[in-house]
């Protein structure tokens, strides 16, 4: 199979149930938002995240290629087809259980932050800004157009992005600088 198929050189694309929109559709745009956050996690193992947090992050990954096809799928067609493109509350519930142990074990904020540390760390702070986008243009769509575990997951996931940036750039030692 060729890597290229040529279809999308009119500026048009297929979504899941083979509907053909404009590569400017709001739900491509929403799509590959979430194609971009899940590159900046990428960025971010590359920079070195140990395994602990690596394990969050690949899960994460693989999440967000659920969470595209869901978005890809206006017609709620793939979940009877692909069980693991589902995004449901136990992985909500698994995001706010990371949150709560590692932001445990981090010293309180007296303030806000500014984005930044390590490689590592300002990557993830540059993901949560990418996951932040991602759930304005989800929100964009109307909220009747996909299902509300969707916004769920992302609302979360901004938040334990930011935790585990602060995360990563303490067990390196790297200063939080404050507002």
Request: aromatic content about 6%; charged content about 25%; proline content about 3%.
């Amino acid at each position: 199979m060729k890597l290229y198929t040529g279809t999308g050189d009119r500026g048009e694309t297929a979504l899941f149930d083979g509907t053909r929109v404009s590569k400017s559709d709001a739900r491509v745009a929403a799509y590959g938002d979430v194609d971009e956050l899940n590159a900046m996690l990428g960025l971010a193992l590359a920079a070195g995240l140990g395994s602990e947090l690596s394990a969050i992050a690949i899960a994460i990954q693989r999440d967000l290629f659920a969470l595209g096809a869901r978005l890809a799928d206006p017609g709620s067609r793939i979940a009877e087809r692909v069980t693991k493109a589902t995004i449901s509350q136990a992985e909500v519930k698994r995001l706010e259980k990371w949150i709560d142990d590692l932001d445990a074990a981090l010293p309180p904020l007296r303030s806000f932050i500014l984005p930044g540390g390590g490689q590592a760390g300002a990557a993830l702070h540059l993901a949560r800004a990418v996951c932040r986008r991602a759930e304005r243009r989800i929100v964009g769509l109307g909220v009747e157009s996909f299902e509300p575990e969707l916004i769920h997951y992302v609302n979360r996931l901004s938040d334990l992005l930011f935790v585990l940036a602060r995360t990563v750039n303490d067990r390196a030692h790297e200063v939080e600088r404050e507002w």
